[in-house]
Each structure stands twice: as structure tokens, then as C-alpha cells.
């Protein structure tokens, strides 16, 4: 078994040893294909430009100053900084500290319909200088914004905003629906409740992730991160605030009567303040006993100009004014009390009761807390998940970012998961497998993605993972589920314990009783307990030769036990007992 295992091993050391001919190669970007019609489909290669397909914005936003406001940054199509792909590019925020917005149509508008097919929409962004403040997510427009996608700014109606943002310490992966009230028609944001297990690799690891968005017309939705999911929840029971209108609300026309107090207590208008109140008492006033310590230096300053700075080369007095050397502790007042003019400390004044007031009574006519009368609410709804969301025609990104080349790639909007399955198989599947082979011929990465990646280059490798693991596991379950050991005759476990000789099982005769037994003879017995009062053992009778190991010595008392054996013979009574000349 152990001569498998070391063609193994060697084989697994010689295929993972890469030489200068293996320097990485990166494939080529191979365009996916999916079996169905999406209703938007965007990937980028390097004969795509601005304005093909996604159209910048020209736009400016509807507050702030006119410099401010400006989407001034600049996009571009382009490939990673560290590409593993040959020809995959993708769609970059260049500056940070701007507005960016950009916009795209949708190949076939997405309609939601009560008895409809599921919204999924995915995609792709990797932080390439990691992000302090600034979002990553997209907008889902509106009916009516694809016709003027140059005018997308952020007061641009949409359906659906999702995906990651953060300023600060945290971030969120949004998903905010815009949703249309049938009874007034007004439209208002309901927020996702937002776990409270993200990650904040999802900025700082510099890798791409895939954001992915599953809407069902039941309302069910789930958001999901590299494949995995993030949160969950429907839209009738986990937004804020409640999709459904409360149906019973505070009458905004009923007003308080002007007769009516709600006071619970007023002032004792017949209390006097007592003659012996003295209000000019101050709240502290000062020890006159206290004593100035000891050791207190009244004509050293706490703090010292510090004698060692030197003023810089760049002062500019003009502009900075004098300069003056930093202060610092006096050295004189270390370990003492303190330094400069010693006042007496302030203690509690106990004359001091502070200004008097009118204590407080219970108000007789006092009627409580107003409110205002309950009445049903005129737009209280019966909220249909899918009704009130309205069409999808174009797809938007709009954002500010205090860090550059944010990269987004792969957009896909389609209503069968099927479709987003082969998607994700040809973009997302590729590009991890594809970075993770980069690690690997750099010496970088996990031990399970540089295992993947050797695999991906040299197949064969499978077999030798294969045997490596099976042959051990065959090797351990023949020892240790293999054929049961038999229990340890009692005359060995003696022979064990006291060298004694005593014959072996095969010349075990019949007793009297007509029963077989596998213990020594009761001669033999005898002989040992003989030996043992007498504090001698066996070896000593036999002048057995001094072995150089306890091993020796095991093998030398097989042979006197054999030799013993052939000497016996049977007795009358079927005992066998030693012969008088052995």
C-alpha cells in the first residue's frame, strides 16, 4: 500500500511544480449565450464604446450648488488592472469626489403582472480601490425614461433601487421599491429591513461580487451575494414602512376645543416663599480652611514653551503670522502638587437653596390628553405585491463615490431563473475560476482554490487527488473493520506474566470429566506457585541466556516452550506433566 501512496504523492509534487513555461496564460473572453430572450443583457468587450448601449448623463441635480451638481465624472469601458480574462472588460467610474450617472434601455421592457413571471436581475461590481464612502448599486427606471436617458439624474422616477452602499464603518446592499398608492396615486419608498451580517469584504476585498435580486409576484423576494444568500422576505410583511396603509388614522381636520386643559398639574397660586429663603446665597463658595501644600512652586508655570522646537523652514510669517515654540509640562512640576497662583478650592455652599418656586398642585380642571377622533382611512389599500410597481423600460447608475475605478460588468434583467443560471455559468463562474488560476501561479490564495485551478490545467490531477484519499481509506478500513482478533488464551496471559513453560493448546488432552479445557495442567500450575514462594522464575531453572532486548527474550521462550512440549507425556489419568529427565 505505501508504494501507491508515494507514486501518488510524487505525481501530485510533479504536476504542481510550475516552471517557467507556465506562466499564466489567460483565455480569451467568450461572449455568453443564453437559450432564451432576456429583457437586458449587457457584457462589454473592447470594441464596445460609451454611448453604444449605456449613455451618459448630461443632466444636473435638482439641488445644491451648479458646480456641485454637475454629473461631471467620467466613464469608460475597459479591462481590470490585474485582467485573468483576455478582452473582459467593463463599465468604470474613473473619478472619485464627482456625481456619475449613466443610463441604458432595456432590449424589451419588464411589465409587472399580478399572474406574471418573477423579476431577476444580477450583476457585477468590484471595488477596485476598496470603498470608504460611496454606493455601488443600480437603479431599475421608470416608464418614460427611456426616452431621454442624457436627462437621468436622481430625481429620475424609478421601480427598484438595489444594491451595496456604504459611508462609514457599515454597509448596506439595498432594495428600495418606488410603489403607487391606487387610491391618491401618490408614490412612496419602502425600504427592505437590512441584516445585520454583511460583510464588509464586500468593499474591501478589491474582487468582484455578484449581486443578485429573485422578485416574485407573490411578493416573495430574496437578495443573494456571490451565490449565496444574503436576506430575504416578502412585500407585504418586511418593509418600512408597512406596504399596507393603516386602515383606521387620526382625523387631520379635527382640532382641540379651546376650553380644553390638559394640564395635569398647575402652580399653588396661594403658596408664599418662606421668610428665611435666601436666593442670593451662591451655589459654592470658597475653603477657608483649605492650606496651600507644601511643596506648591508659585513661581513656575505649568506649562513651558518647549525649549527644543525649531520652527519650520516652510513658516511663512505673512501668512502664518509669529511663530511660537509648542507648550509643554514644566519638568520643575513634576511630582508636586502644582504650579503658578495657588487659589483656595470651592466646597458646597450649605446656605444655598437656589430660587424658590411655586410647588405644583393637581389641576381641577384638568380633562387629559387630547387627541384627535379615529376615522377610517380614505387611502387604505388592500396592497397587490406586483400592482402598484410600474413598468421597467431602462437600467441607471447613478452615484457619488470618494474612490475611483469602481468597475460593473454583467447586468442581466430576465424573468426565468434558467436564463440566469446559463448567465451566471458563462460570466460570473468564469471570471472566479479564471482569478483564482491567477492566484494559484502566483503562489497566493487558498489551498482549495489553488487545488481547482491546478485541476483546471491539468486534469489528470483529479485521479491523483482520488487515489491519494481512497487508498489511505481503504488501508484504513482493512485494519481497522478487518477480521476480529481472537480472545488471549489464559495460558499465555500467564506465560506473560510469569515465563513459566507451559504446553501448547494443540497437546491439550481430555480431562476425567470428559471436557476440554486451554488452561496449564494443575502440575504446571503447581511448578509456578513452587517457583514464586520461592522467589525464583522459570528462566532461572533453565539458565536461559541473557537476550539482548525483551523481544530476544520472547523468542527465546517460544523455542524452551517447545522443546518442553515434545518432552511431555501423557499420564494415566490423561494429565501431562513434565518428564523426570528433561
Not at 168 to 175: I, W
Not at 469 to 488: D, E, Q
Not at 528 to 555: I, L, N, Q, R
Request: net charge negative; aromatic share 8%.
Amino acid at each position: 500500500m505505501r508504494g501507491p501512496l508515494r507514486v501518488c504523492l510524487i505525481l501530485l509534487l510533479v504536476g504542481s511544480i510550475k516552471t517557467e513555461e507556465d506562466d499564466f496564460v489567460p483565455i480569451p473572453f467568450v461572449a455568453p449565450q443564453l437559450s432564451g430572450r432576456p429583457h437586458f443583457m449587457s457584457y462589454f468587450d473592447k470594441d464596445e464604446k460609451i454611448g453604444d448601449v449605456w449613455v451618459k448623463s448630461t443632466a444636473k441635480k435638482d439641488s445644491g450648488d451648479e458646480e456641485v451638481a454637475r454629473y461631471d465624472g467620467d466613464w469608460s469601458i475597459g479591462p481590470q488592472s490585474d485582467p485573468a480574462i483576455d478582452g473582459d472588460f467593463g463599465l468604470i467610474v474613473k473619478n472619485k469626489a464627482k456625481h456619475h450617472a449613466i443610463a441604458a434601455k432595456l432590449e424589451n421592457p419588464f411589465i409587472f403582472a399580478e399572474d406574471g413571471k418573477p423579476l431577476i436581475v444580477q450583476y457585477e461590481v468590484q471595488f477596485e480601490e476598496g470603498q470608504d464612502c460611496g454606493g455601488g448599486y443600480i437603479k431599475l427606471l421608470s416608464k418614460g425614461a427611456e426616452k431621454s436617458l442624457q436627462g437621468f439624474q436622481d430625481k429620475s422616477p424609478y421601480s427598484i433601487m438595489f444594491g451595496p452602499d456604504k459611508c462609514g464603518p457599515t454597509g448596506k446592499v439595498h432594495l428600495i421599491f418606488k410603489y403607487k398608492n391606487p387610491k391618491n396615486g401618490s408614490i412612496d419608498e419602502y425600504h427592505a429591513t437590512q441584516p445585520q451580517n454583511i460583510q464588509n469584504s464586500l468593499w474591501d476585498d478589491h474582487k468582484p461580487h455578484l449581486y443578485k435580486l429573485v422578485l416574485k409576484p407573490s411578493g416573495d423576494f430574496e437578495v443573494s451575494v456571490d451565490q449565496k444568500s444574503l436576506y430575504y422576505g416578502n412585500m407585504l410583511k418586511d418593509l418600512t414602512p408597512p406596504l399596507t396603509p393603516p386602515d383606521i388614522i387620526a382625523d387631520p381636520e379635527d382640532t382641540k376645543p379651546t376650553d380644553w386643559d390638559d394640564r395635569a398639574e398647575i402652580e399653588d397660586e396661594t403658596a408664599a416663599k418662606p421668610d428665611d429663603w435666601d436666593e442670593s446665597q451662591p451655589k459654592e463658595v470658597v475653603d477657608t480652611n483649605a492650606q496651600k501644600p507644601a511643596d506648591w512652586l508659585d513661581d513656575e508655570n505649568p506649562l513651558i514653551p518647549d525649549p527644543e522646537a525649531v520652527q519650520p523652514s516652510d513658516w511663512d510669517h505673512e501668512m502664518d503670522g509669529d511663530w511660537e515654540a509648542p507648550m509643554i509640562d514644566n519638568p520643575q512640576c513634576v511630582g508636586r502638587t502644582g504650579c503658578g497662583e495657588w487659589k483656595p478650592p470651592t466646597i458646597k455652599n450649605p446656605l444655598y437653596k437656589g430660587k424658590w418656586r411655586k410647588p405644583k398642585v393637581a389641576n381641577p380642571a384638568y380633562k387629559g390628553v387630547w387627541t384627535a377622533r379615529q376615522i377610517p382611512n380614505p387611502h387604505h389599500f388592500e396592497p397587490i405585491p406586483f400592482a402598484g410597481l410600474e413598468p421597467v423600460t431602462a437600467i441607471g447608475i447613478e452615484l457619488w463615490t470618494m474612490s475611483s475605478n469602481i468597475i460593473f460588468d454583467n447586468f442581466l434583467v430576465v424573468d426565468d431563473l434558467k436564463l440566469s443560471d446559463e448567465f451566471t455559468e458563462q460570466t460570473y463562474a468564469v471570471r472566479r475560476t479564471e482569478a483564482d488560476r491567477l492566484l494559484y501561479h502566483r503562489g497566493e490564495g487558498g489551498v482549495v482554490s489553488s487545488i481547482m485551478a491546478a485541476t483546471k490545467e491539468r486534469p489528470w490531477l483529479w485521479v491523483v487527488f482520488a487515489l491519494s484519499i481512497i487508498l489511505p481509506a481503504i488501508a484504513i478500513a482493512a485494519c481497522c473493520f478487518g477480521k476480529k482478533s481472537t480472545p488471549v488464551p489464559q495460558s499465555d496471559a500467564i506465560n506473560k506474566k510469569t515465563d513459566a513453560v507451559v504446553p501448547d493448546d494443540e497437546v491439550t488432552e481430555q480431562l476425567d470429566d470428559g471436557q476440554r479445557t486451554d488452561s496449564p495442567s494443575k502440575g504446571t500450575v503447581s511448578n509456578m506457585e513452587d517457583m514464586e514462594d520461592s522467589g525464583t522464575d522459570g528462566d532461572e531453572e533453565e539458565d536461559v541466556p541473557h537476550a539482548e532486548s525483551d523481544m530476544d527474550v520472547g523468542y527465546e521462550a517460544d523455542d524452551m516452550r517447545k522443546d518442553e512440549v515434545k518432552k511431555t507425556v501423557k499420564t494415566p489419568k490423561g494429565k501431562a506433566k513434565p518428564r523426570k529427565d528433561a
